[in-house]
Nanobody, 121 residues
């Protein structure tokens, strides 16, 4: 199983980025997809999750409205659209796949390697 996250980079505050997660080695449309992030010196934090059907989404506190998670089951990919980025959004962002829908890291069995997002003020 491989999860390949991409799309990170350097952006000014107020800007946007779209992260992608390409998945192989599992039946993608049987899995919940999620994004987590880890800022330097902090614990890994839940960002968003999307049900295998794409019909249900769940966001971490204060992120809904700026971040949007989506998926394309035909492309075996998940996405995270991030708008109005703030310096405090600077972190390594990880995509994850699991069989349970929720915010707990324990729900997710497979993890990507992470992509760095840096937001300058």
């Amino acid at each position: 199983v491989q999860l390949q996250a991409s799309g990170g980079g350097l952006v000014h505050a107020g800007g946007s980025l779209r992260l992608s997660c390409a998945v192989s080695g599992l039946t993608f449309n049987n899995y919940v997809m999620a994004w987590f992030r880890r800022a330097e010196g902090k614990e890994r934090e839940f960002v968003a999750a999307i049900h295998w059907s794409g019909l249900n989404t769940y966001y971490g506190d204060s992120l809904k409205g700026r971040f949007t998670i989506s998926r394309d089951n035909a492309a075996n990919s998940a996405y995270l659209q991030m708008n109005n980025l703030k310096p405090e959004d600077t972190a390594v962002y990880f995509c994850a796949a699991g069989r349970k829908f929720g915010s707990s890291r324990e729900h997710y069995d497979y993890w990507g390697q992470g992509t760095l997002v840096t937001v300058s003020s």
